[in-house]
C-alpha cells in the first residue's frame, strides 16, 4: 500500500508539471502571435475637412478639392485614409461630403458641430489693457489690420470650438494612436495632396531614419492650378509654405488647443519643435495673446521629408509666392474668420428672433395689465385714466395742426417745431398705448397719421373722392382702419434729434401699430427702410461715431439706438455685434463698489439727472437685448474690475435713499423724480434676468423700492424757477429727449 500511495504523489507531481509546461508554451505562443499582428508599419494618412471661409477660400472649394483628391490622388501602398470631418457647421453641406466620401468607398470620422455647445461660449471682451479698449484713443489710432487681430481676439474662444483647428488635428492624432497596427500619423490639411513620387520620398525617408526620429517635417507648396498634377511631371517642387507634420505613434507633443484659426496654431509646435528657431513665436506680439509653451523635451528630434501639394484656394492672388500674398492670405483670414462666426452667430440666432417682436417692452406684462385694467383694478385705472387725458390733448394739437392753409390753396400747414423726434416719439407712445389698453380707434388712427405725417411724407384726406370711397370697400384691403394717403413734398424731421432721443418706445410702438392693422404692410417696410437710414447715420456718421466713444450715458443711449434699430430693421448681426460688445463699457463706467464715473458739474442736482439717466439708459438697453433673447446678458455681466450694472444701479439707489432725509421738501422730490422710475425698472430687469448672482442686491431693492415713491403715482415734475444747465434739462425733457417713455409703469407687471 505505501507504495501505491507513493506511485500517486509522483503521478500528481508529473502531472502538474506538464500542465504548467503546457501553460507557459500557450502564453508563449499567443504571446509572439500578439506582436505579429500588432506590427506597427502602416501610415494613417488623415485629410482634416474644415468649413469653407470665404474670402479667404472660394465658397465651394473645400468639395470641389475633395472630389479631386479623390478622382486623381495616387492609392499608396501600406497606407490608410481617413477623413475627418470637423465640425462642418452646415448640415447641407456635412451630407454632400458624406455622401461624395461614401461613394468613393473611404473612411470618415467626425467631430461634430454642436449649436448648444457653441452657445454656451462668450467673447473674450475682458482681456485688453484698458476697459473698453474697442473705444478707447489706442485702438482709434491702430491700422486697419491691428484692428481686426484685435477682434480676432475677441473671437478666441469661438474660433476654438467652430474652426477646432488644433483641435482636429488632435483628434487625429489620438485616433492613430489607437490603431493596433499604425506607427505613422499624417493629420494633413483637408486641401493637401500627396503626390506618387512625394509619397514615394516621404516613406523612403521614414525607413530609413524613423527609429531614431519621431517627427518629421513635410513642406509645402501652394498650387494655382489643380490640373498641373496631370501633366505627369510629378517632380520636387520649390515648397516655401508651412509645411505639414508627420508623428511617430509614440510620440509625445500634439498641437496646442489654445492657439486657434489663424493665430501660429501650427507654427507654434514646429517652433517647440526647433523646426523654426528663427522666428520668436514664443513671444506674443501683443500684451493680451496668450504665450505659446516653451521647447518641447523632443526638441531636435524631427527632420524635413518630401513634399505635399495644397489645391488651390479659389483666389489666386492668394497662392502666389509672394510677400505680398502673404499679407493678402493673413488679412483675408481675419476677414474670414469673424464673418464666419458673424454668419454662425446668425443663423443659430435667427432661429428664434424674430423683427416684429417687441424689443424694450414685454407683450406678457402688458397683456398682463390690460387685463388688470379690464379687472378695475383701482390704481392702473387712475393710470389709464391719465393716460386717456394726454391722449386726447394730443389728438386735439394733430387737428390743430392739420388745419388748411389759408395762404396757400390745398396745402397744409408744416407740423409746429416743437414736434421734433422727441416729442413725436412721446406723442406716437401715448397715442398707441391709449389704443392698447381703451380700444379706441381714434388713438390708433391718431398714431399712424403722426407716424405718416413725419416719417412718411404723408397725410390723411378729410374727404376722399367718391371713387375712392366706393372702392374702400371692395377687394382683399377691405376692412381696414385707414383712407388712402396723400404724400407731403418734405419730411419735417430733424436728424439731429438723434443723438438725443432714445427711439425704442417708438419703434415697438410702430410694431403694435402694425399688428392692429393701423399701418399696413407696405408701411411698415417704409418704415424699415427710413429707420435703416437712422441706422446708417448713427454708426457711419462723423457725430455717430464720436457718441459711440462717449464713456458716459450718451455711448449707453448709443448703444440703446444702435441695438433697437438693428431689431427692428432685421440687421441681425449688427444687434449681435452691439449687444455683445456693449457689456465692454462697464468696466470703464462702474467700479466694484458700484460707482459711476461721476458726471462733472458743480450743480449736484445736474449730476443727480445725468448720473440717474446714465443708469436708465443701462436699465433700458439691458431689457431689450434680454427681450431679444440672442445675446448674452448685460444687467448681470461682470467686468475684469468686478463691476456690473446690476450692482452699480443698487449701490447708487443705497446711497440717495440715505440721503433723501437730508433734503429739503423740493430737493427731495427732485431727487425722487429721477429714482423712482429707476428703481421700479430695475427691479423688473432683476426679476427677469438670470437669478444666480447679485441676490442681495435683488432682496434689498424688493424691500425698499416703495421709499422711492409708488408705482403708480404721476411722474413728479420739477418745481422752482431754474436756471442755466437745469433749465436746459427741462426743456430737453418737455421735447422728449433725456428722458423715459411716458406711461413707463402700465408696461412693467408686478
Same mark, same amino acid.
Given at each position: 500500500?505505501?507504495?501505491?500511495?507513493?506511485?500517486?504523489?509522483?503521478?500528481?507531481?508529473?502531472?502538474?508539471?506538464?500542465?504548467?509546461?503546457?501553460?507557459?508554451?500557450?502564453?508563449?505562443?499567443?504571446?509572439?502571435?500578439?506582436?505579429?499582428?500588432?506590427?506597427?508599419?502602416?501610415?494613417?494618412?488623415?485629410?482634416?475637412?474644415? +468649413?469653407?471661409?470665404?474670402?479667404?477660400?472660394?465658397?465651394?472649394?473645400?468639395?470641389?478639392?475633395?472630389?479631386?483628391?479623390?478622382?486623381?490622388?495616387?492609392?499608396?501602398?501600406?497606407?490608410?485614409?481617413?477623413?475627418?470631418? +470637423?465640425?462642418?457647421?452646415?448640415?447641407?453641406?456635412?451630407?454632400?461630403?458624406?455622401?461624395?466620401?461614401?461613394?468613393?468607398?473611404?473612411?470618415?470620422?467626425?467631430?461634430?458641430?454642436?449649436?448648444?455647445?457653441?452657445?454656451?461660449?462668450?467673447?473674450?471682451?475682458?482681456?485688453?489693457?484698458?476697459?473698453?479698449?474697442?473705444?478707447?484713443?489706442d485702438y482709434r489710432r491702430y491700422s486697419k489690420v491691428a484692428k481686426l487681430r484685435v477682434l480676432d481676439h475677441i473671437y478666441h474662444t469661438k474660433n476654438l470650438y467652430a474652426m477646432n483647428n488644433n483641435g482636429g488635428r488632435n483628434r487625429a492624432i489620438e485616433h492613430g494612436k489607437s490603431i493596433e497596427n499604425a506607427r505613422w500619423i499624417l493629420p494633413f490639411d483637408g486641401n493637401c495632396y500627396l503626390s506618387y513620387n512625394g509619397f514615394k520620398e516621404i516613406t523612403s525617408q521614414l525607413e530609413r531614419y524613423g527609429k531614431e526620429i519621431k517627427y518629421f517635417v513635410v513642406p509645402m507648396t501652394r498650387l494655382l492650378n489643380n490640373s498641373v498634377l496631370l501633366n505627369n511631371l510629378d517632380e520636387r517642387?520649390?515648397?516655401?509654405?508651412?509645411?505639414?507634420?508627420?508623428?511617430?505613434?509614440?510620440?509625445?507633443?500634439?498641437?496646442?488647443?489654445?492657439?486657434?484659426?489663424?493665430?501660429?496654431?501650427?507654427?507654434?509646435?514646429?517652433?517647440?519643435?526647433?523646426?523654426?528657431?528663427?522666428?520668436?513665436?514664443?513671444?506674443?506680439?501683443?500684451?493680451?495673446?496668450?504665450?505659446?509653451?516653451p521647447y518641447s523635451d523632443e526638441k531636435g528630434q524631427f527632420k524635413n521629408i518630401g513634399w505635399v501639394f495644397r489645391l488651390f484656394s479659389g483666389n489666386p492672388q492668394q497662392e502666389e509666392n509672394k510677400k505680398e500674398a502673404s499679407s493678402i492670405r493673413a488679412l483675408s483670414r481675419l476677414t474670414a474668420i469673424q464673418s464666419t462666426l458673424d454668419n454662425l452667430d446668425e443663423s443659430l440666432a435667427r432661429r428664434q428672433f424674430r423683427h416684429e417682436d417687441l424689443f424694450l417692452y414685454s407683450e406678457t406684462e402688458m397683456n398682463e395689465m390690460r387685463y388688470e385694467y379690464w379687472s378695475k383694478n383701482p390704481q392702473v385705472t387712475a393710470v389709464v385714466e391719465r393716460l386717456e387725458r394726454r391722449a386726447d390733448k394730443i389728438l386735439k394739437g394733430i387737428h390743430e395742426g392739420l388745419r388748411p392753409s389759408t395762404t396757400q390753396e390745398g396745402v397744409f400747414e408744416s407740423i409746429p417745431e416743437k414736434d421734433t423726434l422727441g416729442s413725436l416719439s412721446q406723442n406716437v407712445t401715448v397715442l398707441t398705448l391709449a389704443n392698447y389698453f381703451l380700444g379706441t380707434e381714434s388713438y390708433g388712427s391718431g398714431a399712424a397719421s403722426l407716424v405718416r405725417m413725419h416719417l412718411l411724407n404723408e397725410y390723411e384726406q378729410d374727404r376722399q373722392h367718391d371713387l375712392l370711397e366706393f372702392l374702400s370697400d371692395q377687394g382683399y384691403a377691405f376692412p381696414g382702419h385707414r383712407s388712402i394717403p396723400k404724400y407731403n413734398r418734405q419730411r419735417i424731421l430733424n436728424t439731429s434729434d438723434l443723438s438725443k432721443t432714445d427711439l425704442s418706445s417708438l419703434l415697438d410702438c410702430l410694431r403694435l401699430l402694425r399688428r392692429r392693422d393701423w399701418l399696413t404692410h407696405r408701411e411698415y417696410v417704409d418704415l424699415q427702410s427710413v429707420m435703416a437710414e437712422f441706422l446708417e447715420y448713427l454708426i457711419t456718421s462723423p457725430t455717430g461715431i464720436h457718441l459711440a466713444q462717449m464713456s458716459d450715458y450718451r455711448g449707453v443711449l448709443y448703444d440703446l439706438q444702435a441695438t433697437s434699430l438693428a431689431a427692428f430693421t432685421d440687421d441681425v448681426r449688427l444687434l449681435l455685434r452691439v449687444a455683445n460688445r456693449c457689456r465692454m463699457r462697464i468696466g470703464k463706467q462702474f467700479t466694484l463698489d458700484g460707482l459711476q464715473e461721476a458726471f462733472k458739474d458743480d450743480d449736484w442736482k445736474v449730476r443727480v439727472h445725468y448720473e440717474s439717466l446714465h443708469l436708465q439708459y443701462w436699465v433700458l438697453l439691458s431689457r431689450g437685448i434680454a427681450h431679444a433673447s440672442v445675446a448674452k446678458d448685460v444687467w448681470h455681466h461682470i467686468a475684469a474690475n468686478g463691476a456690473s450694472v446690476s450692482h452699480g444701479l443698487t449701490q447708487y439707489l443705497r446711497s440717495h435713499l440715505d440721503l433723501l432725509p437730508s433734503l429739503s421738501p423740493s430737493d427731495a422730490q427732485f431727487v425722487k423724480a429721477r429714482l423712482r422710475p429707476l428703481a421700479y425698472t430695475a427691479l423688473a430687469a432683476f426679476r427677469h434676468a438670470p437669478k444666480a448672482t447679485m441676490q442681495q442686491d435683488w432682496a434689498w431693492l424688493e424691500e425698499h423700492v416703495d421709499a422711492f415713491g409708488l408705482l403708480w403715482e404721476p411722474d413728479l415734475k420739477d418745481e422752482g424757477r431754474v436756471r442755466g444747465m437745469l433749465k436746459f434739462i427741462r426743456n430737453e425733457r418737455i421735447k422728449g429727449r433725456s428722458s423715459l417713455p411716458p406711461f413707463w409703469m402700465l408696461t412693467l407687471f408686478n
Open positions: 500500500m505505501p507504495q501505491v500511495k507513493k506511485h500517486k504523489k509522483w503521478l500528481k507531481l508529473a502531472f502538474t508539471a506538464l500542465s504548467l509546461l503546457f501553460l507557459l508554451t500557450y502564453i508563449s505562443f499567443f504571446r509572439w502571435v500578439e506582436t505579429v499582428e500588432h506590427k506597427r508599419d502602416q501610415l494613417i494618412l488623415y485629410r482634416i475637412i474644415g +468649413n469653407d471661409l470665404p474670402p479667404r477660400h472660394k465658397e465651394g472649394q473645400t468639395l470641389s478639392n475633395l472630389q479631386f483628391i479623390l478622382d486623381h490622388e495616387p492609392a499608396f501602398p501600406n497606407t490608410r485614409k481617413i477623413f475627418l470631418l +470637423n465640425r462642418i457647421t452646415d448640415p447641407a453641406n456635412e451630407r454632400a461630403i458624406i455622401r461624395l466620401l461614401d461613394q468613393h468607398q473611404m473612411e470618415y470620422i467626425r467631430v461634430p458641430f454642436e449649436p448648444k455647445e457653441y452657445e454656451q461660449l462668450d467673447f473674450q471682451l475682458e482681456s485688453f489693457p484698458v476697459p473698453d479698449f474697442l473705444h478707447s484713443d517642387p520649390k515648397a516655401p509654405e508651412e509645411p505639414q507634420i508627420i508623428f511617430r505613434y509614440d510620440a509625445k507633443e500634439d498641437y496646442n488647443l489654445n492657439m486657434r484659426y489663424g493665430r501660429r496654431s501650427k507654427l507654434e509646435l514646429l517652433w517647440r519643435l526647433g523646426a523654426l528657431e528663427n522666428r520668436q513665436l514664443n513671444r506674443p506680439t501683443v500684451p493680451w495673446e496668450s504665450v505659446g509653451r
